[in-house]
């Protein structure tokens, strides 16, 4: 009887351990891909100029840069559970604030937000690591694939979601709010059910103290570069290609349905890569792979334009999926403890948003020189084979603490 009910207990717990992931996944990029399409709505809503609409995307990137290697540091002092948890208020509240107040409080509210999604980025690999160390593929995948659907969903039904709840944007902002809150919920019940049967889940135990100095690993180098390059190239053509697609000649909304496809191909992808590349030796063949659909990509929208678009957007999110799996994926691949893996995911996600910084305004500001895009798209051709050669490296089999 009792060793059946210690099973019930397992078989909650993992169930409870899934939910967390899916729903803190949830909450890592929906909060800004929402903006864009109801910036329009919020600056003439508040008297916002294009600096200050601008900051409402960038502000959080600039906190992921900024904050992640600092929050690693603080795994040690708390269980990876209870900085989830602070996440996730830190995150509500700053959700709230940028519905529900001014001018002022949608900025204050951008920077909570940034510095819970900053957390939740930075603890969730080794929260899957921890909990989940013979199904970190299938996990990933999952974290993955959660992140990319509802930022998708945020993206593409975010003017709908203001139409529907009648609040206009600040609907198409708030409906965020109710998964941080299910998020927040969920754990709790996971720290009750864990106190009330005197068990511990892993995550529960606080990560001991490592004296590994990860900037001397060149692997950590290999990967958080690999993950920046892979950022910088996303971030770059989610900011620029619906202008890119205007100029080619699309009209309405068919630039933002392009968007919508690269989206919805990364999910798949992004589910199945992570398991695939767990069962593979190292990951060079699926490396090459990446490579060459990205930068074919690159080139069908640079000398084909509009023709065959959706096929390029279908290549391109196919790519970009993987290579952001897989760059989440390293993170527990290549360490040999949660801590590390903490750690890795600190130093890659401020090194990699801080290169990611820089995509947009050079792709931007190389279209002054040439009007017809070509040079911005060979820009991101040049990052890609510079990606390679760095992701050549991370997929080698080799950990970040091995010298």
Not at 142 to 149: D, G, K, P, R, S
Not at 188 to 199: D, G, R, Y
Not at 262 to 287: E, H, S, Y
Request: aromatic letters at 14%; glycine letters at 8%; hydrophobic letters at 50%.
């Amino acid at each position: 009887m009792k060793t059946e009910t210690n099973n019930t207990s397992v078989y909650l717990l993992a169930t409870l351990n899934v939910l967390i992931v899916i729903l803190i996944s949830s909450t890592l990029r929906s909060p800004i891909t929402s903006v864009g399409p109801v910036l329009s709505e919020i600056s003439n809503s508040l008297q916002l100029d294009h600096l200050q609409g601008s900051l409402l995307t960038s502000i959080p990137l600039l906190m992921f840069a900024s904050c992640s290697v600092l929050v690693s540091r603080f795994s040690t002092k708390f269980s990876m559970n209870q900085l989830l948890l602070y996440a996730l208020i830190i995150l509500s509240f700053g959700l709230f604030l940028r519905v529900f107040g001014n001018i002022e409080t949608l900025f204050v509210g951008s920077i909570f937000i940034g510095l819970g999604i900053c957390v939740g980025n930075v603890i969730t690999p080794g929260f899957i690591k921890t909990n989940f160390p013979k199904h970190i593929g299938l996990m990933t995948g999952i974290f993955a694939v959660a992140m990319n659907l509802t930022a998708a969903l945020a993206s593409g039904y975010s003017v709908s979601i203001g139409e529907w709840t009648g609040f206009g944007w600040r609907g198409s902002l708030g409906i965020w709010l109710i998964i941080a809150i299910l998020g927040l919920f969920v754990l709790l019940i996971e720290l009750i059910f864990n106190k009330k049967n005197s068990t511990k889940s892993d995550s529960l135990v606080k990560a001991e103290k490592s004296n590994f100095n990860i900037f001397k690993s060149a692997q950590a180098w290999n990967i958080s570069v690999f993950m920046g390059l892979q950022s910088a190239v996303y971030y770059s053509l989610i900011s620029w290609l619906p202008a890119v697609l205007r100029d080619y000649g699309m009209i309405g909304n068919q630039p933002g349905w392009i968007l919508f496809t690269i989206q919805i191909a990364m999910i798949p992808i992004t589910f199945v890569g992570p398991i695939i590349a767990n069962r593979m030796k190292n990951q060079k063949p699926m490396m090459l792979f990446i490579c060459v659909m990205m930068f074919v990509s690159m080139l069908m929208f640079a000398w084909l334009k509009t023709d065959y678009i959706y096929a390029t957007a279908i290549l391109l999110g196919l790519s970009n999926g993987l290579s952001f799996s897989l760059s989440i994926l390293f993170f527990s691949l290549r360490t040999k403890s949660s801590v590390n893996a903490i750690k890795i995911s600190g130093m890659a996600q401020s090194i990699g948003y801080l290169i990611a910084a820089f995509g947009p305004p050079i792709f931007g500001k190389l279209h002054d020189w040439d009007i017809s895009w070509q040079t911005s798209f060979y820009f991101i051709a040049l990052l890609i084979i510079i990606m390679f050669f760095f992701g050549w490296k991370a997929s080698q089999d080799r950990f970040i603490e091995d010298k």
